[in-house]
């Protein structure tokens, strides 16, 4: 009988230690940035070149496009006619001009159509996919200068803001926005109000746009190496996809106090019905 309580003890120990080491999320699977074995490190204060893309305009962006010149009643007439600067009336605490909001890009911005084409009052259809910003600026420049034949123009064209969905393990899922010309993955992240314990931080998964379709990125932010590659920055409509640790399949602790309190919870429970079973 003392030989059966031996094992048994054994046994309730042994299930103890496997529990707390496999159950565990260990930190190097939480924090971000870390100089991860088999990279070339990257140390605190080093300069890190980073990998910027003209990003190309493509169907359904949305630009904010502004007309300067001093001959002002020329270039007017480039505006909708709900976003015209003479049109502008009181402006009160809610930003609002003739009944609508004319800070809202989906009312006073160009879509870009699935023909890749913009819109343009007084000037017509202007090709816009495969553009960058610049080179779109550039292009009604000149077109408003040869068709409309107003030589003192500067354009400006920018995209309305970065949309992008997040979804799986992060603590805000959905479509949201950032109100920048430039953002990153980290940008994004926080915006959403940052991974969950549970999120599987080294293979974050990025579907991306190209003009000839989609590709998916796989990437991973607890290695500083991520810095240096070109899907460090977001693009317009990019999917993120946080899949969990396969800790959660197990459906203990995220912490070693949760695990803790778990595995004590079945030890006591199968010490229970281990006793009866062996009771003379």
Same mark, same amino acid.
């Given at each position: ?17 496997? *529990? ?14 870390? +100089? ?6 990257? /140390? ?39 976003a015209r600067p003479n049109r502008?009336?009181?402006? +009160? ?5 003739n009944g609508g909001n004319f ?35 550039? /292009? ?5 200068? /040869? ?8 354009? *400006? ?16 899922? *959905? ?93 006591? *429970? ?11």
């Amino acid at each position: 009988m003392t030989k059966d309580k031996t094992l048994i003890k054994k046994a309730i120990f042994l299930l103890f230690v496997c *529990g707390i080491v496999s159950s565990c999320i260990p930190n190097e699977k939480v924090v971000y940035l870390q +100089n991860k074995s088999g990279a070339e490190r990257l /140390e605190n204060e080093q300069l890190i070149a980073l990998s910027r893309v003209d990003y190309k305009l493509q169907p359904n962006d949305i630009l904010l496009i502004n007309f300067y010149s001093k001959e002002e009643e020329e270039v007017e007439a480039f505006y909708p006619i709900f976003a015209r600067p003479n049109r502008v009336v009181q402006v +009160n605490n809610n930003n609002q001009r003739n009944g609508g909001n004319f800070n809202d890009p989906y009312l006073t911005g160009y879509n870009i159509d699935k023909d890749g084409n913009i819109e343009i009052n007084a000037l017509g259809r202007v090709k816009a996919a495969g553009l960058t910003t610049s080179e779109l600026k550039y /292009e009604i420049e000149r077109q408003i200068k /040869e068709k409309a034949g107003v030589n003192d123009i500067l354009v *400006g064209v920018k995209l309305s803001g970065i949309p992008y969905t997040i979804y799986g393990e992060v603590r805000n899922i *959905g479509q949201q926005t950032l109100r920048q010309y430039e953002a990153n993955l980290f940008q994004a992240i926080a915006s959403a109000g940052d991974l969950t314990i549970n999120a599987d931080r080294a293979h974050v998964t990025i579907l991306r746009q190209y003009p000839d379709g989609i590709r998916i990125h796989e990437v991973d932010v607890t290695d500083r190496a991520f810095l240096e590659t070109e899907q460090f920055f977001l693009q317009p409509d990019d999917i993120i996809y946080v899949p969990p640790l396969k800790i959660r399949e197990l459906g203990t602790g995220q912490t070693a106090l949760q695990t803790f309190a778990t595995i004590v919870s079945v030890i006591s *429970g199968t010490a229970v019905v281990i006793g009866v079973l062996t009771r003379d």
